[in-house]
C-alpha cells in the first residue's frame, strides 16, 4: 500500500517506517521537523536500502496535503504528527489543542477530499488518567489529567463521531503505553532536545556520562519496591503494532480502540538494574521526591491487540535497554 506516515520523521514514525518498508510497503513521511530532523530519511534509506519519500509540511496546511496525497496515491494514513511534552501543554494549553486537534482535523478534512478512509492514530495510554482500576483496559473511563491527554481525547471523540457518520471509515486509535530502546542498526532512536524528562534516555545519557546521576522520583510509592511502575514497551514492537493494525484495518471497517502495551510493569529501579546489565557498569543513582503529576503504577491489558491484530510485543526490558544503549553510543560517536 500507499502510506502517508505524518511525523513519520519523528520517534516512533521512523522506526514504523523501516517496518512497514521492509513489509513491501511504499511510505511517504510528511513531517514539520519541528522535533526531529530531515537526517532521518537518509538513515532510513540506510536502512531498508531504498529511496524513501518525504514531504515537509505542517499537517494544519490542509491544501500542501492534498497535494502530497494525490502525487503519492496514499491509501492509507498513520498520524504520529504531534506535540507529546507534559508539562508544555499545561503551559501551553492553546498550542496543545492547535498542533493536535486543529492537525488531525485539518488532516481529516484532506482524507476526506480526496475519499481515502484509513487511518491509525498515535494515542496515549494518558487518556485513561488515574486508575480505577489496573490493569487498564480499553473500556476503562478516559479523564485525562492534563491538557496533553485532553488534546489525544478530543481527537479520539472527533474519530468515533466520523466512524460513526460512515460506515466505510476504516480507523484504529492506538493506546501506546511507554515506548522505548531503538533500532538494531543504532541509526535511529529517541534522540530528545536538551536535558531528557523521560526514564529511558536519561539512563542512556547517565551511562554515556554526559548526566551524572539519575534522580529516581519517588522512594515511597505502594509498588514492588517503591518506585514508580510502567509499562515500557520496545519501539519496534510497537511499530509491529502499526502493521498489523493496518492488515487488521484492510479486512474490518469501524473505529477500532486498542492498547499497545507489553501488559507487564517495570520498576524504575528495573530500568535502572537493567540497564546496567547493558552497559556493563553501575549507574549513580540519588532519590528524589516525587514528580509533581506523577502516577505509581499503570500498565494495558494487552489481550484486545492479541485477539483483534494477532499482535503481542516480543521484546524484553533487557532488549530495550541493549538496543538504547547502542544507539546512545553510534549516535554520540
Ligand atoms: P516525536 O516528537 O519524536 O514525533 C512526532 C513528530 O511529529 C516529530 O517529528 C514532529 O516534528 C512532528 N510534528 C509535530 N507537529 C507537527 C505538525 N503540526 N505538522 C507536521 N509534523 C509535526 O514523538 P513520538 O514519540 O514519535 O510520538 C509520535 C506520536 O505518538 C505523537 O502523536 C505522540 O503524542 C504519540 N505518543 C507518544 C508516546 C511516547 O512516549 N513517545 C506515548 C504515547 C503517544
Ligand atoms: N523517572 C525517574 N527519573 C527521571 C525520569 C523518570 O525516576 O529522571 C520515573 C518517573 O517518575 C516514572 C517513570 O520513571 O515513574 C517513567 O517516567 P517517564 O517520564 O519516562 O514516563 P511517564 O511518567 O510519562 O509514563
Given at each position: 500500500?500507499?502510506?502517508?506516515?505524518?511525523?513519520?520523521?519523528?520517534?516512533?514514525?521512523?522506526?514504523?517506517?523501516?517496518v512497514?518498508?521492509?513489509?513491501?510497503?511504499?511510505?511517504?513521511?510528511?513531517?514539520?521537523?519541528?522535533?526531529?530532523?530531515?537526517?532521518?530519511?537518509?538513515r532510513?534509506?540506510?536502512?531498508?536500502?531504498?529511496?524513501?519519500?518525504?514531504?515537509?509540511?505542517?499537517?494544519?496546511?490542509?491544501?500542501?496535503?492534498?497535494?502530497v496525497?494525490?502525487?503519492?496515491?496514499?491509501?492509507?494514513?498513520?498520524?504520529?504528527?504531534?506535540?507529546?511534552?507534559?508539562?508544555?501543554?499545561?503551559?501551553?494549553?492553546?498550542?496543545y489543542?492547535?498542533?493536535?486537534?486543529?492537525?488531525?482535523?485539518?488532516?481529516?478534512?484532506?482524507?476526506?477530499?480526496?475519499?481515502?478512509?484509513?487511518?491509525i492514530?498515535?494515542?496515549?495510554?494518558?487518556?485513561?488518567?488515574?486508575?480505577?482500576?489496573?490493569?487498564?483496559?480499553?473500556?476503562?473511563?478516559?479523564?485525562?489529567i492534563?491538557?496533553?491527554?485532553d488534546?489525544?481525547?478530543?481527537?479520539?471523540?472527533?474519530?468515533?463521531?466520523?466512524?460513526?457518520?460512515?460506515?466505510?471509515?476504516?480507523?484504529?486509535?492506538?493506546?501506546?503505553?511507554?515506548?522505548?530502546?531503538?533500532?538494531?542498526?543504532?541509526?535511529?532512536?529517541?534522540?530528545?532536545?536538551?536535558?531528557?524528562?523521560?526514564?529511558?534516555?536519561?539512563?542512556?545519557?547517565?551511562?554515556?556520562?554526559?548526566?551524572?546521576?539519575?534522580?529516581?522520583?519517588?522512594?515511597?510509592?505502594?509498588?514492588?519496591?517503591?518506585?514508580?511502575?510502567?509499562?515500557?514497551?520496545?519501539?519496534?514492537?510497537?511499530?509491529?503494532?502499526?502493521?498489523?493494525?493496518?492488515d487488521?484495518?484492510?479486512k474490518?471497517?469501524?473505529?477500532?480502540?486498542?492498547?499497545?502495551?507489553?501488559?507487564?510493569?517495570?520498576?524504575?529501579?528495573?530500568?535502572?538494574?537493567?540497564?546496567?546489565?547493558a552497559?556493563?557498569?553501575?549507574?549513580?543513582?540519588?532519590?528524589?521526591?516525587r514528580?509533581d503529576?506523577?502516577l505509581?503504577?499503570?500498565?494495558?491489558?494487552?489481550?484486545?491487540?492479541?485477539?483483534l491484530?494477532?499482535?503481542?510485543?516480543?521484546?524484553?526490558?533487557?532488549?530495550?535497554?541493549?538496543?538504547a544503549?547502542?544507539?546512545?553510543?553510534?549516535?554520540?560517536?
Open positions: 500500500m500507499n502510506i502517508l506516515l505524518t511525523g513519520g520523521t519523528g520517534y516512533i514514525g521512523s522506526h514504523t517506517a523501516v512497514l518498508a521492509q513489509a513491501g510497503h511504499k511510505v511517504i513521511l510528511f513531517d514539520n521537523l519541528c522535533n526531529s530532523s530531515n537526517e532521518v530519511v537518509g532510513l534509506e540506510k536502512i531498508v536500502g531504498k529511496k524513501i519519500d518525504f514531504a515537509e509540511g505542517d499537517v494544519r496546511d490542509t491544501a500542501l496535503l492534498i497535494e496525497m494525490r502525487t503519492h496515491q496514499i491509501e492509507a494514513v498513520i498520524h504520529f504528527a504531534g506535540l507529546k511534552a507534559v508539562g508544555q501543554s499545561v503551559a501551553d494549553p492553546i498550542l489543542f492547535a498542533n493536535n486537534v486543529q492537525g488531525t482535523i485539518s488532516l481529516l478534512q484532506a482524507m476526506q477530499q480526496l475519499q481515502i478512509k484509513t487511518f492514530f498515535s494515542s496515549s495510554a494518558t487518556v485513561y488518567g488515574e486508575p480505577v482500576y489496573l490493569p487498564y483496559d480499553e473500556v476503562h473511563p478516559t479523564k485525562p492534563n491538557p496533553y491527554g488534546s489525544k481525547l478530543q481527537v479520539e471523540i472527533i474519530l468515533r463521531d466520523l466512524a460513526q457518520s460512515d460506515a466505510q471509515w476504516k480507523i484504529a486509535c492506538l493506546r501506546y503505553f511507554n515506548p522505548v530502546g531503538a533500532h538494531d542498526s543504532g541509526l535511529i532512536g529517541d534522540d530528545p532536545n536538551g536535558i531528557p524528562g523521560n526514564l529511558m534516555p536519561y539512563l542512556s545519557r547517565v551511562a554515556a556520562g554526559t548526566l551524572k546521576y539519575l534522580n529516581v522520583f519517588g522512594k515511597d510509592y505502594d509498588t514492588r519496591d517503591g518506585t514508580g511502575e510502567r509499562d515500557y514497551i520496545h519501539v519496534v514492537d510497537l511499530a509491529e503494532g502499526h502493521m498489523a493494525a493496518l487488521f484495518l484492510n474490518h471497517a469501524g473505529l477500532h480502540v486498542v492498547n499497545l502495551g507489553t501488559g507487564k510493569p517495570a520498576s524504575v529501579l528495573e530500568c535502572v538494574r537493567a540497564f546496567e546489565k552497559c556493563g557498569k553501575p549507574l549513580p543513582i540519588e532519590f528524589a521526591p514528580r503529576g506523577d505509581p503504577i499503570y500498565y494495558a491489558k494487552a489481550d484486545l491487540a492479541k485477539q491484530f494477532g499482535w503481542t510485543a516480543q521484546r524484553s526490558l533487557d532488549k530495550m535497554c541493549e538496543s544503549w547502542y544507539f546512545e553510543q553510534m549516535h554520540n560517536k
